[in-house]
């Protein structure tokens, strides 16, 4: 039996996938009441004992600063209630992109948000594809790192697919495109491309042959949608059938959508890490939820969670 009790709670952004996780674990959300002040400060609020329990803590943090803020609040206000264990749950770990110096006098924000999250309160962090599997070195606490292959894979065989060729939309998602083509047995191409600036493609060129191929791009995160859409477009004019992305967190920003909606792109599938600004129809969600909520409940009955790491 579990030495200590588990209570599930949610930052405010992460609400509707918090509920799916807390219906698939078998428990109910706890009440977290959030105040705000007229200047935009707010405190979150537990209304009930948190004392001795083992607490998840249910927020993706992506940008803006409030939803990393959030949890940082919630963390700390657990900390203070004298809970037993604080995990935060980040379907999505804001930030990443910033893990390394890639150039003079710029800040390694992955690594000071790692550091940031541990002060706040967090003895234990789940998290699913990080933008750098080495983000994971940052932290002093235990993290579990999923893989959201586990709920993709099952999507892209359903498809069944003929001529599958699995592509990465850059040489940094190589290692995640073989991972998927070993499961599917299926053939691999890279794309090679030039950036004139952060989120502006300047060139792009294609590695490997897509003649009569159904395509699937496979990446952690879309942002603008630029490099997916130009792929796209580089594959269906290098004489690919069709051409599918997956990508396991919708950024979605800027003019995102418009590009999916007018691009060559037949369908765009993503978890619910982040939740859609709005609809489109081309783009497909799967969800997330049973995935944590299962590794939530073998890390409050400490069992192994082996078995949920498909690649």
């Known amino acids: 039996m579990p030495a200590t009790e588990a209570k599930i709670f949610n930052c405010t952004q992460s609400r509707e996938l ?12 706890g009440n977290v009441i959030t105040s705000t002040y007229s200047d935009g400060e707010f405190q979150p609020s537990f209304e009930e004992s948190v004392r001795g329990s083992r607490v998840f803590i249910i927020g993706s943090t992506h ?23 604080i995990t935060a749950v980040m379907p999505y770990f804001g930030w990443a992109r910033q893990d390394r110096k890639d150039k003079p006098r710029v800040p390694i924000a992955a690594k ?5 999250l541990e002060t706040a309160g967090a003895t234990r962090i789940i998290t699913m594809d990080l933008h750098a599997d080495q983000i994971q070195g940052f932290f002093e606490k235990p993290v579990d790192h999923l893989y959201a292959s586990t709920v993709f894979l099952p999507y892209l065989k359903k498809l069944g697919l003929d001529n599958l060729t699995i592509a990465s939309p850059d040489m940094g998602g190589s290692k995640r495109a073989y991972a998927y ?24 060129e294609l590695i490997g042959d897509v003649t009569g191929k159904n ?57 619910d890490s982040i939740p859609l600004r709005q609809e489109s129809r081309k783009i497909k969600v799967v969800s997330c939820a049973e995935l ?12 192994s969670i082996s078995s949920k790491f498909i690649m």
């Open 18 to 29: 918090a509920e799916k996780i807390a219906k698939h674990y078998g428990s109910k959300l």
């Open 181 to 204: 083509s070993k499961a599917l047995e299926s053939d691999v191409v890279i794309c090679y491309k030039q950036r004139a600036k952060a989120n502006v493609i300047s060139h792009m």
């Open 292 to 303: 944590f909520a299962d590794v939530m409940k073998s890390v409050q009955d400490n069992e």
């Open 63 to 85: 940008p803006g600063a409030d939803h990393l803020m959030e949890m940082l609040l919630m963390l700390d206000a657990a900390k203070r209630a004298s809970a037993r264990h």
């Open 112 to 116: 000071m948000i790692a550091s940031i």
């Open 215 to 271: 395509v699937v791009l496979v990446d952690d995160m879309v942002d603008t949608a630029g490099t997916l859409t130009k792929a796209a477009d580089v594959m269906m004019e290098r004489g690919a059938l069709s051409v599918r992305a997956i990508c396991t967190h919708p950024v979605l920003s800027g003019e995102a959508y418009d590009r999916i909606e007018n691009s060559k792109l037949q369908e765009l599938i993503v978890t």
